[in-house]
């Protein structure tokens, strides 16, 4: 069966620290590989995506991710974390269908 | 551009009640999905479109129902409403099959079954 694992519910750091939200997946052959955002009563939007080529793969907000094929890891990550960063953040892999995680609350503190 | 509108945003149902939650996109796009968002259990697929006229059914279509008549709108209705159904459900669009394009989402819609 295909899934898709964020191990945890909450993230905590603090503000201008880097921050990192772990994502891996059990989905056969080479999926493409998503991350979204929720902000409170709000629709998700489209944060980065991953296709092919550079594992490092740089989205919108100074967020990117690093793909690593051999541990099925797609973890979000950004150097320098805002308050205005915390939201619920979703991975989906992408194999037929997208395939939502239960998703990561990120908190950041001032 | 208003991107993916949907109505309403709040909904209380008796059990038994039916209703349509309505979606609409200005996009363009072939693509449209409808999914639910239970707590702490990410998005299931409820059902999708690949365009005007045809459907599918995703992971969860049982009891509810859409339709395709236009680009524009992806209407998912519910019959004979359960507490199960309690939910938000968000319609979403994509220019692409989801697996190349990102997918644009409504702000959702708040239902409660009682």
């Known amino acids: 069966a295909q899934s898709v694992a964020q191990p945890e519910d909450q993230v905590n750091v603090a503000e201008g620290n880097p921050l990192t939200v772990k994502c891996t997946y059990s989905?056969?052959?080479?999926?493409?590989l998503f991350w979204y955002v929720q902000y409170p009563n709000r629709g998700l939007q489209f944060l980065l995506k991953?296709?092919?080529?550079?594992?490092l793969v740089k989205g919108s907000y100074g967020f990117e991710a690093e793909f690593n094929k051999s541990q099925t890891s797609f973890h979000l990550k950004k150097p320098s974390a805002l308050v205005s960063d915390s939201a619920l953040y979703f991975c989906a892999p992408h194999r037929n269908k997208l395939i939502f995680g239960a998703g990561t609350r990120l908190a950041v503190h001032p | 551009n208003a991107g993916v509108t949907q109505t309403p945003k709040f909904r209380i149902l008796k059990i038994g009640q039916s209703m349509t939650l309505q979606c609409a996109q200005d996009m363009n796009h072939n693509y449209m999905y409808w999914y639910r968002q239970d707590p702490g259990m990410g998005l299931k697929l409820i059902y999708y479109s690949v365009g005007a006229g045809i459907t599918d059914k995703g992971e969860v279509p049982n009891g509810y129902n859409v339709s395709r008549s236009t680009t524009e709108d992806f209407p998912l209705r519910l019959e004979l409403a359960a507490p199960s159904q309690t939910s938000v459900y968000f319609c979403?669009?994509?220019?692409?099959?989801?697996?190349?394009?990102?997918?644009?989402f409504g702000e959702g819609s708040r239902l409660t079954v009682l």
């Open positions: 991953y296709i092919t080529g550079d594992n």
């Open positions: 979403a669009s994509s220019s692409r099959a989801g697996n190349t394009g990102e997918l644009f």
């Open positions: 989905v056969s052959g080479n999926p493409y």
